[in-house]
């Protein structure tokens, strides 16, 4: 025994870099315009708030822990059985519950090039091996994901539509890649976005989990509900991944605020539909602004956008990034994704956007 030597945690735990969130501070600035991290721009529901303040008296007691409540009301909101919903807190949290369950040393976890990195670092947090299949157009390519299986895969993960590209794959490629899997493969459709997606082609995937034994589909309350800092999400699973989910997740995994301001938030359709409409006027506009500042942003159909810039010169990622943060505007980089000429910018309140725009005109006659 050595004694000199401390205590060493399992493998692979080492090798990762730790997911870094959108900075929230900026020096100098006491309220900087915030568009780092996909977050409602308009703020949550009152609904919600008077929720989550009702609740402040029993914050002495355990949550109920089987979310049923917000179970229920979910089952009811989008016509599914509450039984095979599981709620998390956050859908990182169910992330994280997959690659425990299904993945671990030896396996292999299968995402997209530029998919959401918390699917590689789960994977690695577990000793499980990370895989990306590269892409087209900064578009998940079933078939190069396909190419990719092996008999040690586990997990395939899409996030549809994906952070940070805001690309989508339509069912009918989502239920291609599905049917090329092996049966004993999950494949997880993380529909964080969903409900800004207006395409007729596009599905979250509910069909297919309901049509296959391994297939999931992973949601959010963190964006157009607007809801991130109480942290929950939920899944739709074959009963028997709900099953598997409900023995390795804590018994009170989601907070009492979430559960009930959860509840509230689905149920103010008011507020959802105000940020939908609030989306699908100002997201392509800014997306429309970048392209005119010959920035060829990506055809996003998320509540943010990704413009590409030069690699060199004046007017980098970098350059931009350091310009709006010199104006009191935070955004995202995108070295992490391995897109070190992109910038991702979350839609803002209609001032904040029109203001990001005008500082990158400005950034780019400069
Ligand atoms: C694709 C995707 N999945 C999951 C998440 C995590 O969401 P949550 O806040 O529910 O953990 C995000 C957050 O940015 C996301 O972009």
Redesign the pocket.
């Known amino acids: 025994m050595n004694a000199a030597k401390g205590p060493v945690p399992n493998a692979g735990i080492l090798d990762l870099a730790p997911y870094v969130g959108g900075d929230a501070k900026l020096d100098g600035f006491e309220r900087p315009i915030r568009l780092a991290s996909?977050e409602n721009a308009l703020g949550p529901s009152p609904k919600a708030v008077a929720a989550y303040h009702a609740l402040a008296g029993e914050i002495h007691r355990y949550p109920e822990g089987s979310a049923d409540e917000l179970r229920h009301a979910l089952g009811e909101h989008y016509g599914l059985d509450p039984a095979r919903i599981v709620c998390g807190a956050?859908?990182?949290e169910l992330i994280g519950l997959l690659q425990r369950a299904y993945s671990g040393p030896g396996a292999e976890v299968l995402y997209s090039r530029h998919g959401?990195l918390?699917y590689p670092i789960g994977a690695q947090a577990v000793g499980a091996t990370p895989v990306a299949a590269p892409e087209h157009d900064l578009t998940a390519d079933v078939d190069a994901i396909l190419a990719r299986v092996t008999e040690r895969t586990r997990l395939v993960f899409i996030?549809n539509p994906n952070?940070p590209t805001g690309t989508y794959l339509s069912a009918g490629e989502v239920a291609r890649l599905h049917a090329g899997l092996p049966s004993n493969v999950v494949l997880t459709i993380?529909a964080?976005y969903a409900e800004f997606v207006n395409r007729n082609d596009y599905e979250p995937g509910v069909k297919l989990v309901d049509a296959a034994e391994n297939v999931v589909m992973l949601r959010?309350f963190?964006k157009i509900f607007a809801l991130?800092g109480l942290?929950l999400?939920w899944g739709y699973f074959p009963p028997a991944i709900a099953d598997v989910l409900n023995r390795v997740r804590g018994p009170f995994n989601v907070n009492s605020a979430a559960l009930a301001a959860g509840v509230a938030a689905l149920n103010d359709t008011e507020s959802v539909e105000k940020a939908r409409a609030h989306n699908d006027r100002w997201q392509p506009w800014l997306n429309e602004r970048m392209a005119a500042l010959g920035l060829n942003p990506t055809a996003s159909v998320g509540n943010f956008v990704l413009p590409h810039f030069a690699e060199t010169g004046k007017h980098t990622a970098t350059a931009a990034f350091a310009f709006l943060q010199s104006r009191g505007i935070l955004t995202r980089k995108m070295n992490g994704y391995g897109l070190p000429n992109h910038l991702r910018i979350t839609v803002g309140t209609a001032e904040e956007t029109e203001k990001v725009a005008a500082t990158l005109a400005e950034f780019m006659g400069s």
């Open positions: 996909n956050g859908s990182d959401f918390m996030a952070n993380d964080a959010t963190s991130a942290r999400g």
